[in-house]
């Protein structure tokens, strides 16, 4: 198996290119983003060493499947998946900010409040709570959206005050998130699964904001399973989960949390598969679909044929 680790398409009329942690975003004109989800894979704001291959056409159809069902809350940028790692849609003024939602107390808000801290983003979060307990509603920690290294929290009042999202726009957007993630709460229950947290991001084309970016990937959200859900919680055992967790559970095992002056541990080829294999779990146990793996020895001249073909 090979992995798609790096594009540098010339497409006509290319304005530019951007190259995310996992996403090779090209613009088009100024009109049209090309984006090519890659099998490169990051962990605390990290882009790990070797590609996880088929990683980026999970993440490239489940997203395609969600905005899909989703568009009736609001349009999103999407207006085409012309090959299993690409969907082409709108160009749009992304706001800088992720609208993260948590439905439970998991990850970085349980490893926050395992320190002490009760007040995260500007939402206060009770005492007495448990690793992987459910809020009474859900609550949104937004982020900042960094070009370079780490996303840091920010509280609804910052956000405001520093001009990053108009108070308009952004009580928009937290309606919009509560609407998504009961969306996608619903369809995860569905597949037997549970939608812990999540994040979203938003843009504006001429007036209009628009759903951007990926949604309910494994790179972008974590799902329990429902079944046995409670009798772990109540026996304080881990909870059994499809997300990308695992990687960041044995990146710390081995010593690397993304701080100054750790260093990466070996991906040697066992784990890279089991990574693989773990992501395809994910795609149809969440979809409730076959994947069907796309032609992986040619990915790359497949990617750039499909598109053009598309963009002609």
């Known amino acids: 198996m090979t992995a798609i ?178 969306r996608g709460t619903e369809m995860a229950k569905e597949r037997g699964l549970i939608l812990v947290d999540t994040k979203y991001e938003f843009g504006e084309k001429d007036g209009q904001i628009y759903l951007i970016d990926e949604i309910h990937t494994p790179d972008s959200s974590r799902y329990f399973y429902e079944e046995g859900y409670q009798e772990r919680l109540d026996n304080n055992e881990n909870q059994k989960q499809l997300s990308k967790e695992f990687v960041r559970e044995w990146l710390m095992e081995n010593g690397f949390q993304g701080k100054e002056g750790q260093t990466i541990p070996e991906m040697n080829d066992d784990f890279v598969e089991s990574v693989s294999s773990r992501y395809i779990e994910l795609f149809e146990k969440v979809s409730g679909e076959k994947f069907v793996k796309a032609e992986n020895i040619n990915s790359v001249e497949r990617i750039e044929k499909n598109v053009l073909n598309y963009l002609g």
């Open 5 to 182: 680790t790096k594009t540098a398409f010339k497409f006509p009329k290319q304005v530019s290119h951007y190259k995310g942690k996992v996403r090779d975003v090209y613009n088009i004109d100024n009109e049209c983003l090309v984006m090519v989800v890659s099998d490169r894979i990051s962990a605390f704001d990290v882009v790990l060493p070797k590609g996880i291959p088929y990683k980026g056409q999970v993440l490239n159809q489940l997203a395609d499947k969600f905005l899909k069902a989703t568009e009736d809350i609001l349009p999103n940028w999407s207006l085409a998946s012309p090959d299993p790692n690409v969907t082409i849609g709108h160009y749009c003024k992304p706001f800088k900010v992720e609208m993260v939602i948590r439905g439970y107390l998991t990850g970085h808000a349980w490893r926050t409040y395992k320190s002490g801290k009760r007040m995260i983003c500007g939402v206060q979060i009770p005492d007495g709570m448990k690793e992987h307990q459910k809020f009474p509603v859900p609550i949104i920690t937004p982020s900042t959206k960094a070009d370079q290294g780490h996303d840091e929290d920010i509280s609804r009042e910052e956000i405001i005050s520093q001009g990053l999202v108009s108070e308009h726009d952004y009580l928009k957007l937290e309606d919009y998130t509560h609407r998504i993630f009961k």
